[in-house]
T-cell receptor, first 112, second 116 residues
Framework: NAGVTQTPKFRILKIGQSMTLQCTQDMNHNYMYWYRQDPGMGLKLIYYSVGAGITDKGEVPNGYNVSRSTTEDFPLRLELAAPSQTSVYFCASSSQGDYGYTFGSGTRLTVV | AQSVTQPDIHITVSEGASLELRCNYS??????LFWYVQSPGQGLQLLLKYFSGDTLVQGIKGFEAEFKRSQSSFNLRKPSVHWSDAAEYFC??????????????FGQGTILTVHP
């Protein structure tokens, strides 16, 4: 009954460091998404995937990379962290044709 | 490009009062419309969604929303607000076409404060 699990919940990075945000879902959903949330800005789509081996850019992909080797996992990679990447990151999944997302609890990232 | 506007950044109501949160969208074709709620420090939870059919949609926690095509609106309502409804609410829209892959465009959010 886990749904979408994100790790870590909190992280502080120094400028130029790299890290991977993990996301796993156990609902056998085809579609998975990464969004970032900034105060007063709503959520912006970073990357999405429609199945294992298939990913595509969203609205704000610069500075990020993703992979989808299995149905369950959709990690988000930050290379060369910048202060502009300070945000709360949400992973979500949905089944094809349903579009009602199940969200993870988020990762709060600070880049200093 | 599609867009969503939530005109009210912050709304304050008294417990037991009625609530209406506004949402306007800009999209050429028939959209799929959603309302999500986010409690502090939590992820978002789906309240309700509209795809087609009856324009008045019932959701969880006693919420409902009405799709008005002529006004490009999808306002969220609740007859009597409870203190536990204090949260941030997001309206979202998706392309109804198959190539949208469920990608959502979110509004900026409305923070709801409930006074006892």
């Amino acid at each position: 009954n886990a749904g979408v699990t994100q790790t870590p919940k909190f992280r502080i990075l120094k400028i130029g460091q790299s890290m991977t945000l993990q996301c796993t879902q156990d609902m056998n959903h085809n579609y998975m998404y990464w969004y970032r949330q900034d105060p007063g800005m709503g959520l912006k789509l970073i990357y999405y995937s429609v199945g294992a081996g298939i990913t595509d850019k969203g609205e704000v992909p610069n500075g990020y990379n993703v992979s989808r080797s299995t149905t369950e996992d959709f990690p988000l990679r930050l290379e060369l962290a910048a202060p502009s990447q300070t945000s709360v990151y949400f992973c979500a999944s949905s089944s094809q044709g349903d579009y009602g997302y199940t969200f993870g609890s988020g990762t709060r990232l600070t880049v200093v | 490009a599609q867009s969503v506007t939530q005109p009210d950044i912050h709304i304050t109501v008294s417990e037991g009062a009625s609530l209406e949160l506004r949402c306007n969208y800009s999209y050429g074709a028939t959209p799929y419309l959603f309302w999500y709620v986010q409690s502090p420090g939590q992820g978002l939870q789906l309240l309700l969604k509209y795809f087609s059919g009856d324009t008045l949609v019932q959701g969880i926690k006693g919420f409902e929303a009405e799709f008005k095509r002529s006004q490009s609106s999808f306002n969220l309502r609740k007859p009597s607000v409870h203190w536990s409804d204090a949260a941030e609410y997001f309206c979202a829209v998706s392309n109804a076409g198959g190539t949208s892959y469920g990608k959502l465009t979110f509004g900026q959010g409305t923070i709801l404060t409930v006074h006892p």
